[in-house]
């Protein structure tokens, strides 16, 4: 027998890995904030739960993605919150981008309860979670992700076991810190070279024949030379995760003079945004600059 599973957030990237964990056959129980968000599932075949505590109680696998750390405390920990009511001997695997401080707290609150937790952020934008493709950054114990593995197989096409507890949130803001850097210099770069009279496409067609070509060039550039930013990785949490990574910079003593400048900049653009972009959306602020 399947074991069943639990999900709790059905934004951009819950909604269609629910959908995959349905195709592959497991029975699924969710919640989300927004009930209209869970609708989709509970037509294609999943069961809606009342609150998260609820959802816990029935899964054998519960999966968390929510868009910030104080999005999964009150998931975790709120008054009908999901940890009390896991069950001992199943397992809790966070796909939020947090703190690394946060997972090794929830995997304290999981021990005293028999849970296994892993810390398993994700990438591949919601088409990787669309097709299943998505990979997992994961920090816990080898036993436990193979535990879960056929369940997380149904989502994603790679597993990374990093270290312990907060391993894999680690790897995450690391890596999204780059991206962010990456699309940030790319606009940047973009900037220049239209101010100085050259056309942007003819930037992009070197870049890809050379080593600056990248996944992210390959995905973002199109968006920034058309200014369409329809969400597939939004700005705003962009902007969280580079936070993020600059908190965990202080915490141990490192500096990031690219990251912070990087960050004044998301900031920027996402305080004069009205819409939910992506965060290629970072190219707004020479547009606006170019007005100034």
Same mark, same amino acid.
């Given at each position: 027998?399947?074991p069943?599973?639990?999900?709790?957030?059905?934004?951009?990237?819950?909604?269609?890995?629910?959908?995959?964990?349905?195709?592959?056959?497991?029975?699924?129980?969710?919640?989300?904030?927004?009930?209209?968000?869970?609708?989709?599932?509970?037509?294609?075949?999943?069961?809606?739960?009342?609150?998260p505590?609820e959802?816990?109680?029935?899964?054998?696998?519960l999966?968390?993605?929510?868009?910030?750390?104080?999005?999964?405390?009150?998931?975790?920990?709120?008054?009908?919150?999901?940890?009390?009511?896991?069950?001992?001997?199943?397992?809790?695997?966070?796909?939020?981008?947090?703190?690394?401080?946060?997972?090794?707290?929830?995997?304290?609150?999981?021990?005293?309860?028999?849970?296994?937790?892993?810390?398993?952020p994700?990438?591949?934008?919601?088409?990787? !979670? /669309?097709?299943?493709? %998505? +990979?997992?950054?994961? &920090?816990?114990? *080898? #036993?436990? =992700?193979?535990? $879960?593995?056929?369940?997380?197989?149904?989502?994603?096409?790679?597993?990374?076991?990093?270290?312990?507890?907060?391993?894999?949130?680690?790897?995450?803001?690391?890596?999204?810190?780059?991206?962010?850097?990456?699309?940030?210099a790319? !606009? /940047?770069?973009?900037? %220049? +070279?239209?101010?100085? &009279?050259?056309? *942007? #496409?003819? =930037?992009?067609? $070197?870049?890809?024949?050379?080593?600056?070509?990248?996944?992210?060039?390959?995905?973002?550039?199109?968006?920034?030379?058309?200014?369409?930013?329809?969400?597939?990785?939004?700005?705003?949490?962009?902007?969280?995760?580079?936070?993020? !990574?600059?908190?965990?910079?202080?915490?141990?003593?490192?500096?990031?003079? *690219?990251?912070?400048?990087?960050?004044?900049t998301?900031?920027?653009?996402?305080?004069?945004?009205?819409?939910?972009?992506?965060?290629?959306?970072?190219?707004?602020?020479?547009?606006?600059s170019?007005?100034?």
């Amino acid at each position: 027998m399947k074991p069943k599973v639990g999900l709790i957030g059905l934004g951009l990237m819950g909604l269609p890995m629910g959908h995959n964990v349905l195709r592959a056959g497991f029975p699924l129980v969710v919640w989300n904030r927004t009930r209209a968000k869970a609708e989709p599932l509970v037509r294609a075949g999943a069961k809606l739960a009342p609150n998260p505590r609820e959802v816990a109680s029935q899964a054998d696998v519960l999966i968390t993605i929510a868009s910030d750390p104080a999005a999964v405390e009150s998931v975790l920990w709120g008054d009908v919150g999901a940890l009390d009511g896991l069950r001992p001997g199943s397992t809790l695997v966070d796909s939020s981008t947090g703190s690394p401080d946060l997972a090794r707290r929830i995997a304290s609150a999981c021990a005293e309860r028999g849970v296994g937790f892993l810390d398993a952020p994700v990438t591949g934008g919601t088409w990787g !979670a /669309e097709k299943g493709e %998505l +990979v997992f950054m994961v &920090g816990g114990k *080898a #036993e436990v =992700l193979q535990r $879960v593995k056929p369940v997380l197989e149904a989502m994603g096409k790679r597993f990374f076991l990093l270290g312990p507890n907060g391993a894999g949130q680690t790897v995450k803001l690391g890596m999204n810190l780059l991206l962010a850097l990456q699309v940030d210099a790319l !606009a /940047e770069a973009l900037a %220049l +070279v239209t101010a100085a &009279g050259v056309p *942007a #496409e003819r =930037l992009i067609e $070197v870049m890809q024949s050379s080593m600056a070509r990248s996944g992210v060039l390959d995905v973002k550039a199109p968006l920034i030379l058309k200014s369409e930013f329809p969400a597939s990785f939004p700005l705003r949490l962009m902007h969280k995760d580079v936070r993020l !990574a600059l908190e965990l910079a202080r915490e141990h003593g490192v500096a990031l003079p *690219a990251g912070a400048a990087a960050y004044a900049t998301y900031t920027s653009v996402k305080d004069a945004s009205t819409d939910d972009p992506d965060f290629a959306a970072v190219a707004r602020f020479w547009k606006k600059s170019a007005r100034s």
